[in-house]
């Protein structure tokens, strides 16, 4: 590696705003340099959100370890792809071998003048086809917090020098991740915020002149005691009756008594969603995921997160869409259309329908555990 290459790589590394075009401009710009066999970040992160990592059974809950993002590198076998982020070493640990202890102390390790024949070595026989000469790791830290690792495997000897070098840009890469990083945060909020505030601006124009209930009947008094007692709860609520009986009120009752009436209340009206677009009514859409889909949008799930999703005429979603439906309902958990990243959300259900529900399950046409 060419230390006097890596300033040209941070200029380019700074025109990238999104954290994929970052990442790969950090190893792509490394891996031009001579003598560079390959270069690698990994960045600390749940196994939860790791597409790679998550369907797997073998890994504790909830920990948090060392993935790979971002690699590159001129390999000596034309058939080889160095850009592949699933092989091998995809993960580890944090501590567990010389890239999990880096992140784990935050100490940089320098190996110059390999032979290929080291003990520590998982795979000497690659050290030696390639010619590695030196392995290199620095940490990414950001304000005192460790971000990932960088890695890099070269066919020189790096002197001191060079080493430093790797430090100060490691220290810029750092940077420049968790801008991206806050960046994609900024704009989905941003997403999410103006989303709510449209929404908002049609409820009220839909909600004038549409005060509390007014009655002192038995029966409505009963539906009010029933309001105050679940309203409290994080409870799924399912309000039966006929059209134009006044759900929607109960809905918003619920909502305005309960802890969650500081966020929105958020309304879906299932009977005027067509099926195919059901999918990204509630879970949102990433750009080109369809014809039309011309940008980001999140769902419905997305903008109730911490707030309450007012699911109206339940009934009418088909089938497959239950089947998603319940999943976000029971694990909290879901995909927009055309995006493999797991979201996750804090939401209420709170449903309506003029239909017999149970009836409607046992006639094969709604999902029995769906309305359980």
């Avoid at 029971?330 to 309506?352: D, L, S, W, Y």
Wanted: aromatic share 8%; net charge negative.
């Amino acid at each position: 590696m060419n230390p006097k290459q890596l300033p040209q790589v941070m200029v380019t590394t700074a025109r990238h705003r999104g954290l994929c075009d970052v990442l790969r401009s950090i190893t792509d710009g490394i891996a031009q340099c001579p003598n560079t066999v390959l270069t690698r970040i990994w960045l600390v992160e749940p196994d939860a959100i790791c597409d790679l990592c998550r369907s797997r059974k073998d890994l504790p809950t909830g920990e948090r370890s060392l993935h790979l993002v971002a690699s590159a590198g001129i390999p000596g076998d034309p058939q080889a792809d160095y850009s592949r982020l699933d092989g091998d070493f995809h993960r580890f640990p944090l501590g567990e071998r010389k890239i999990g202890r880096v992140a784990a102390t935050g100490e940089p390790l320098w190996l110059a003048g390999l032979q290929g024949s080291e003990e520590w070595m998982a795979r000497p026989a690659w050290f030696t086809r390639e010619g590695v000469r030196t392995f290199a790791a620095q940490p990414l830290t950001y304000r005192g917090e460790i971000l990932g690792v960088l890695g890099l495997f070269d066919r020189g000897l790096l002197n001191e020098e060079a080493f430093e070098w790797l430090r100060i840009f490691a220290d810029y890469a750092a940077v420049s991740i968790a801008n991206a990083k806050a960046y994609e945060e900024i704009d989905l909020l941003r997403a999410r915020l103006e989303e709510e505030n449209l929404y908002l601006r049609e409820e009220v124009t839909a909600a004038l002149g549409m005060g509390e209930f007014v009655g002192e009947s038995q029966a409505l008094q009963h539906v009010l005691r029933q309001v105050e007692l679940v309203a409290p709860t994080d409870a799924a609520v399912l309000i039966t009756g006929e059209s134009g009986t006044g759900k929607e009120l109960v809905a918003r009752a619920i909502h305005d008594r309960s802890p969650r009436k500081d966020r929105a209340l958020i309304k879906v009206n299932c009977s005027a969603v067509p099926d195919t677009l059901f999918e990204s009514e509630f879970f949102g859409h990433v750009k080109g995921a369809f014809t039309g889909a011309l940008a980001d949008r999140p769902g419905r799930f997305e903008m109730a997160d911490h707030g309450t999703l007012f699911l109206d005429e339940i009934g009418e979603v088909p089938l497959p869409m239950q089947a998603k439906l319940l999943r976000v309902l029971q694990e909290g958990e879901f995909e927009r259309v055309g995006e493999t990243k797991t979201r996750k959300v804090n939401v209420r259900i709170v449903a309506a329908t003029n239909r017999d529900l149970k009836r409607e399950a046992e006639a094969g046409r709604f999902r029995e555990d769906l309305f359980y």
